[in-house]
């Protein structure tokens, strides 16, 4: 089986699968949602809108700004994280084309 960096794998699907890794966890999913819906840099109150610890919290925002979908910028003692609009923009723009890509047919098929 080829590795992740084999030739055949174009770079965009490596940045698909590596930003739908960090989506694949619900809170990370709910995170994207409250920053998106927020449209504005959030600092603590993330927290107070998640049935999650700080410090679990803070390991999510840090998958999702490891692959961009979040930035964070310092304010004193704090971090305020929001929404990369054109992160989320690629994701929804490689999302569609794998699916583009894709021949579903909907005919019944003698499969499995």
């Known amino acids: 089986m080829p590795s992740a960096t084999h030739p055949n794998f174009t770079e ?5 699968a590596q930003t739908l890794k960090a989506l694949a966890h619900p809170a ?3 995170i994207v949602r409250l920053l998106a819906d927020r449209d504005e840099c959030v600092c603590g109150e993330i927290v107070d809108d ?9 390991q999510h ?7 961009g979908l979040v930035q964070g910028t310092v304010e004193g003692r704090s971090t305020c994280y929001c929404i990369a609009p054109e992160a989320l923009a690629a994701l929804k723009t490689d999302v569609d084309g794998l699916f583009d890509g894709l021949s579903l047919s909907t005919t019944d098929q003698n499969c499995c």
């Open 12 to 16: 965009t699907d490596r940045r698909l």
């Open 28 to 30: 990370r999913l709910a």
């Open 50 to 58: 998640l049935p999650l610890a700080q410090s679990t919290v803070s």
């Open 61 to 67: 925002l840090k998958a999702l700004k490891e692959v």
